[in-house]
C-alpha cells in the first residue's frame, strides 16, 4: 500500500475555476459521512492506536474537528475583506492537548459533523462576488479566494482520510488478505 504524504509537502496552484463551487461544497459536506463510514465496525482500540507516535484514527478525525475553527475565521475574514488570512498553529497544539482518545468519538464526529454544517450553510449563501474575494494565505504565501480555501479544506479532508485509511488497514489485515496480497 502506498504511504500518505506530507501535508505540508504539497503543493498548490489555486487555479479551480469559479463554476466548481458547488462540486467543491459537496466535497466539504460528505467529509462528516466519510469519516463515519471510515471508523464504523473498527474496535475501540484500533480506533486510538498510535502507529510510532503519530496520531491515531480517533485523533485524525478529532483534528479535522479542530481545525473548523480556523476555516471558519478565514471565512469570515473573506467577508469583511482582510488582506491576509489567519495563520494556522503549524504545530497543532490544540489537537496534541485536546487528547481526543479520551473523548467519546461519537461526540467529536457529531460536533464535526455540526461544525461543518454551519460552515456550509454559510458558503452556499455566498455570490460570485464574495467567493472570488482574495486574501493572502500566510503559510504559502498565495492569494487565495473562498474557492481555494474550500478546495483547501477538502483536500486536507481528503489527506486525513487517506491517514485513516491507512491506519485501517494496518490495524486490519487479516492473514487471508495477507496471502492474497503476495500471492
Known amino acids: 500500500m502506498m504511504k500518505v504524504g506530507n501535508w505540508f509537502e504539497r503543493k498548490f496552484t ?4 469559479i463554476h466548481l463551487f458547488p462540486e467543491m461544497v459537496e466535497r466539504l459536506r460528505g467529509t ?13 482500540e484500533a480506533l486510538i492506536r498510535r502507529d510510532n507516535g ?4 480517533q485523533e485524525n478525525i478529532g483534528h479535522l474537528l479542530d481545525l473548523e ?13 482582510v488582506k491576509v488570512l489567519t495563520a494556522a ?6 489537537t496534541h492537548t485536546a ?27 455566498l455570490d460570485e462576488e464574495v467567493i472570488a474575494r482574495t486574501a493572502l494565505h500566510p503559510r504559502l504565501q498565495k492569494m487565495m479566494n473562498v474557492l481555494d480555501l474550500c478546495y483547501f479544506m477538502a ?27 503476495s500471492s
Open 14 to 17: 489555486f487555479d479551480t475555476p
Open 32 to 44: 462528516p459521512s466519510r469519516l463515519e463510514e471510515k471508523e464504523a465496525g473498527l474496535s475501540p
Open 54 to 57: 503519530t496520531w491515531s484514527i
Open 69 to 81: 475553527t480556523l476555516h471558519a475565521s478565514r471565512l469570515q475574514e473573506f467577508l469583511r475583506g
Open 89 to 94: 498553529d503549524l504545530k497543532n497544539q490544540k
Open 99 to 125: 487528547n481526543h482518545n479520551a473523548q467519546s468519538l461519537d461526540s467529536v464526529l457529531k460536533t464535526f459533523r455540526r461544525e461543518r454544517s454551519h460552515f456550509i450553510s454559510i458558503v452556499e449563501q
Open 155 to 181: 483536500e486536507h479532508d481528503d489527506h486525513h482520510l487517506a491517514r485513516i485509511g491507512e491506519l485501517t488497514h494496518l490495524w486490519s489485515v487479516s492473514p487471508t488478505a495477507e496471502s492474497f496480497m
